[in-house]
């Protein structure tokens, strides 16, 4: 190979290497001859251009003042560092999925390299408009929006807050609660002893989340067979729940195999996981016809059905575990209107009573009370 210039020499790790060295003047060549990016840095050098390194990303960039820089800050602070393990996970899922969606596609621009000054409130709006058909994911985008906004407020790099009092509340119909009848087709499909009997019983007769549900250990069980207790520590909330363990749940845990510490374990004795168990469960309902339903909605159905009896917003709170009022007031809502109505106006049946009182000179309605000398006016 006969290039002006051009010599070769090995690093000390004895990686060949090429250079271009004229009167004093030494630079290295990425590559090797014939590559393209070498072709055209040794053309350049030939001709005196100056040689442009080739520009690297690295994947977890940020360009100074995008949503990513702001994001990255948020990360650093003291609301941040306050929240739980499985908090963040979730917050990081959705920050990563905005930020990984094009701003205009098909143009790979994606709402990570946006500067945060660029990003007026129609262009929210608009984008909020776009995701009409997927409410949830609209609201979280909304939410980590909002969190890498307040980062650029207080490093200054904007004066206003472009989603100010911008309200996005699509109806969301949530996880319902099951029927009765949906309940009975279910225990009909899989009897005592299937794991699917096990979990529904746990979810029903606890009311816990998916991701407590898969943490109870049979250990968490005590007390003698009549007055048993779960005792278990909420993975959202932090708050430590003693459960009184229902004639019905635990003939169901009478019938269940041991497989592991877990009482949800797999097969091989392995703790399940709350998204394996999502997935399963969709499986298993398809299968028994009962498209629908969820896990989730078995919590429901224990709120719904304790506020047809009559619990109070406390007990409902201690009973569920919520620490909010509101949260808890969910499932009142779902009581039957008709059986709720029922109550409420047999409380006030006794007041509504027709009272005595003169029409024309001629009594009318029930009997003065022995104590009453003057019909009511």
Known sequence: MNRPYLSSYKDRHGTLRWRYRRKGLVVALQGHPGEKAFEAAYSAALEGQPIRAQ????????????LKAAWRLHVQGLEWTALRSTSKAQYIARAERFLDMQVAPPHPTTYADVPVADLKRRHIKDLLASMADRPHAGSDVLVTLRKMIVVALDQEWILHDPTHRLRYAPKIDGHRAWTDAERAEFEAHFPLGTMQRTIY??????????GDLVRIRWSDFTGTKGSQQLALTQQKTGKRLRLPVLPHLRAV????????DTVLALEDGSARSAEGLTNDWRRWTERAGLKGTSIHGLR?????LLAEEGATTRELMDALGHDA???????????????????????VSNRLRPRLKVVGGEPIGEPLSPLRTKPLK
């Open 201 to 210: 019983a746990l979810a029903l007769y606890t009311g816990q989340r998916r």
């Open 253 to 260: 845990l009478e019938a269940t195999a041991r497989r592991g």
């Open 325 to 347: 009022i509101a949260h808890a007031e969910l499932y009142s809502r779902e009581a039957a209107q008709e059986t709720m109505a029922k109550s409420a106006f047999n409380k």
């Open 300 to 304: 429901k159905t224990l709120g719904k």
């Open 55 to 66: 520009v690297v990303r690295h994947p977890n960039h940020a360009l100074p003042r995008t």
